[in-house]
């Protein structure tokens, strides 16, 4: 059971706007520790999607945004593509737990 | 090119031990502290271990710890993670990845391709 959590699921058609959420604790998230996303493709390793809530690394387009609210995180994706269904996680520290902490994953079907 | 390559995974018996490996290049190795995260099939991902630049300060999920070891080995850029006792349930696919050096927040980036380690009576 993860510690973030995240819908298991979250589909589009192309061209569509879709968002994802993170849900926290005051230890995590609440605790105004950074969220940051990982995109992992089935067979590969996760990839940098977003760090520090709301920054993109070198690379990644545009149509990727984080948030932060609270002890909330959220990803959106506009402009939805075949190429963006994979697996999405959040993560980000606790410090309750002194460690890192996961979401459970969100699978993006694009339609 | 920086770059991250895992070694060392299989199959073994449970109560066995394995010794992970992640070759690091590309990068100051001794800049950054460096952790792993393995998948569980059909599960998501679960942070494993963190260790820091100085390598003088390690941290544990609470499922392996007294189990795992997290060392690294700066004058070869080299990560390892010592797994004893395993169990059925750390069967998983392992990736090492570079992250804060002082292993309290931050991201991680990037990350090795995995190996994949499987307990099997």
């Known amino acids: 059971q993860s510690v973030l959590t995240q819908p298991p699921s979250v589909s589009g058609a192309p061209g569509q706007k879709i968002t994802m959420s993170c849900t926290g604790s005051?230890?995590?998230?609440?605790?105004?520790?950074?969220v940051h996303w990982y995109q992992q493709f089935p067979g590969t390793a996760p990839k940098l999607l977003i760090y520090?809530?709301?920054n993109r690394p070198s690379g990644v387009p545009d149509r990727f945004s984080g948030s932060k609210s609270g002890t909330s995180a959220s990803l959106a994706i506009t402009g939805l593509q075949a190429e963006d269904e994979a697996d999405y996680y959040c993560?980000?520290?606790?410090?309750?737990?002194?460690?890192?902490?996961f979401g459970s994953g969100t699978k993006v079907t694009v339609l | 090119e920086v770059q991250l390559v895992e070694s060392g995974g299989g199959v073994a018996r449970p109560g066995g031990s394995l010794r992970l490996s992640c070759a690091a290049s590309?990068?100051?190795?001794?800049?950054?502290?460096m952790t792993w995260v393995r998948r569980v099939p059909g599960k998501g991902l679960q942070w494993i271990s963190s260790?820091?630049?100085?390598?003088?300060?390690?941290t544990y999920a609470d499922s392996v710890k007294g189990r795992f070891i997290i060392s690294r080995d700066d004058a070869k850029n080299s990560l390892y993670l010592q797994m004893n006792s395993l169990r059925a349930e750390d069967t998983a696919f392992y990736y090492c990845?570079?992250?804060?050096?002082?292993?309290?927040?931050?991201?991680?980036?990037?990350w090795g391709q995995g190996t994949q380690v499987s307990v099997s009576s």
């Open positions: 990845a570079r992250g804060r050096a002082n292993i309290e927040g931050g991201w991680f980036d990037p």
């Open positions: 590309g990068f100051a190795f001794d800049d950054y502290g």
């Open positions: 260790i820091n630049s100085n390598g003088d300060t390690t």
């Open positions: 005051r230890s995590n998230i609440g605790a105004d520790y950074d």
């Open positions: 520090g809530d709301d």
């Open positions: 993560q980000a520290y606790d410090t309750s737990l002194r460690g890192y902490v």
